[in-house]
């Protein structure tokens, strides 16, 4: 095999999608990289660096050989009998098969030597040793190449024309150049119209020569760096970002900081191919419009990057990452101060608008805004949520929870008709408790009016007080209520009214706050603030979110199998969940465990065969194997131990306690027919491994934990 070479591949384009970037250069050059390695290209160790700039997607790939290893195969030819005659010699038909594969007579000494014999399981069958000859790296490249720009995960698709004025591509962005060199030499390979070369183009603006060109192809991401002012690598261009971002901060001093924003940092990185940031200033008499209005504005309006103090508050200082490096920066500076004031003017305008009218004048109009067209308008939600928030109230705590919760849950929603809000409906909630305080609400119904939406999102904080809590539990189950109700069910990966993230909220505020709240009764309340209006969702929903709870447990690092145990006997009080687990987690680590697990296991078995129901009680005078009455009687020696621990909530003792168990149970299995001739003495028998049941599987269903 030839000498192997790095080989890299750059496709030069117009500014891409900047929140699809990453993605779509990671495909791009892990794309190339699987099929080079499917066609024998480049081994599977292969070392693949994906680059992309806002105009370029490019991959460096190493090794990669010339020309893939030639491959042996056998190809199945016929049945012995067919192929050869009584004297060994080819029939017309083997002739006629080899002659397609371009073997002729002349060349019996060699054919001979490659036909081969072989029982395939019914007959004797011919095959041919023949070899492959290896892929190029040209053909190669190409079907590569052409794979992974149909595999780019592309948001949307655009048509333009090529410069002979009637060809139509069909890609992304138009593209301008094709980079594919395999160590110093060209691979010629061809897309998009563009034919392969060696050149490409830097920085718009600040490329020292253009075009540029690239003499090989370790050198690529060096060489755009010092004649092309572009950093290709998105996750070194990022890192570059993030250090001047710190660096400016500190020469602000007073211990100044930028907000913390990946997101933010993700897209900025693909908008720009060499940063310079820059520090720019507004007016500090903005300040006085609410901090989280000003930052919403300037991050997703301009991507700049608010600077806060020490305390954690807004300055009047913000960040440009700019893509020009100019030795004046002075008119980038002020063209970005420009640009900022009016944003800045208009939510003060809107923030000193709404305080003109008090939260609760809003509510009426809720009555105009429709929630959803079978569930009704945001009026008729804020009902529904104000009386499940009060249920809840009644169960957790006294009048002054009731008081609380009812009228947040009256002005929850009235923040959805500000201008502000109007504006950036990211601001839901947060604007609800800036206005409620200055209307004079009490402090905690501005903050439950905030929290009500927590959490947002995987890992986002619970509402930080008891009003904030109760609100956000009857505004999830509302709606996951109302739309379980009228069958808008998630499906797949498509879930349009975040249900699961409803579920999952509704799961972490009832466990992770230790709520002495029945999951049924909170579904009971919830399904009674709609009426006659929905289906029943109770079974339905109530598998929904103990899915949701399930997928939560196993990412925290539990098995599938003691999740399964856990959530098999359905805890109403899900905050036992996590104690639960943890006993049956020190359950299993007993040497005696995998055996009662088994026996369950069986027990269960038993009973579901069994032709009738089990007495509930077992006569004790009808046992007559000393195996059942040694079981019976360490039943009754264990079950009011088991039972102590578990009425004071320790379940891992209630589990260790049962351990006990084991010698007794192996023993009945081993010496006892339960299925006996006797019906009275069968039926005595599954009453006992009932009994025995119930005992064992108070806290899980230990049976779940067999293998």
Known sequence: MMMAQPLLVELLVEELPPKALRGLGEAFAHTLAEQLRAQGLAPADAVVTPYASPRRLAAHIAPVWPRAADQPVQLKLMPASVGLDAQGQPTAALRKKLAALGVTLEEAETWTARLVRRHDGKAEVLYWDSVVSGVTLADGLQKALDEALRRLPIPKVMTYQLADGWTNVRFVRPAHALVALHGAQVVPVQALGLQAGRHTHGHRFEAARDPIELPHADVYAEVLRR????????????AEIRRQLQAAAERVGGGCRPIEDEALLEEVTALVERPHVLVCQFEPAFLQVPQECLILTMKANQKYFPLLDAQGRLTHRFLVVSNVSPDDPSAVVQGNERVVRPRLADAKFFYDQDRKRPLESRVLGLAKVVYHRELGTQAERVERVAAIARALARRLGGEELLRLADRAALLAKADLLTDMVGEFPE??????????????????????????????????????????????????????????????????????????????????????????????????????????????????????????????????????????????????LLREVPRRLQAVRAFAALPE??????????????????????????????????????????????QPQ??????????????????????????????????????????????????????????????????
């Open 227 to 238: 004649e092309g002012a572009v950093i290709a690598s998105f996750e070194q261009r990022r």
């Open 642 to 707: 088991a039972d102590a621990a578990l009425a004071a909530g320790d379940y891992t003792e209630n589990l260790r306690r049962l351990a006990a168990l084991k010698a007794p149970v192996d023993a009945f299995f081993d010496q006892v027919m339960v299925n006996a001739e006797d019906a009275a003495l069968r039926a005595n028998r599954l009453a006992l491994l009932a009994a025995l049941q119930r005992a064992m599987n108070r806290v899980a269903d230990l049976a779940r934990l067999a293998a």
């Open 593 to 638: 465990a995998a055996a009662l697990a088994a026996a369950n296991k069986r027990v269960g078995n038993i009973l579901r065969k069994a032709e009738g129901v089990a007495p509930e009680a077992v006569d004790a005078q009808r046992l007559q194997e000393p195996a059942e009455r040694a079981l019976y009687e360490a039943l009754q020696q264990v």
């Open 427 to 572: 601001l839901q909630g947060t604007m609800g408790r800036y206005y409620a305080l200055h209307d004079g609400e009490d402090a905690r119904v501005a903050e439950a009016i905030e929290d009500h939406y927590r959490p947002r999102f995987a890992g986002d904080a619970l509402p930080r007080g008891e009003v904030g809590l109760v609100l956000a539990l009857a505004d999830k189950l509302e709606t996951l209520t109302g739309l379980f109700g009228i069958g808008q069910l998630p499906s797949g990966d498509k879930d349009p009214y975040a249900l699961r993230r409803h579920a999952l909220g509704v799961v972490r505020m009832l466990i992770e706050r230790e709520l002495p709240l029945a999951l049924p009764d909170l579904l009971d309340d919830a399904v009674a603030a709609f009426g006659e209006r929905l289906r029943d969702p109770r079974e339905a929903l109530a598998d929904f979110i103990h899915d949701r709870l399930a997928v939560l447990l196993r990412e925290q690092g539990y098995s599938a199998h003691e999740v399964d145990a856990v959530l098999a006997l359905r805890p109403p």
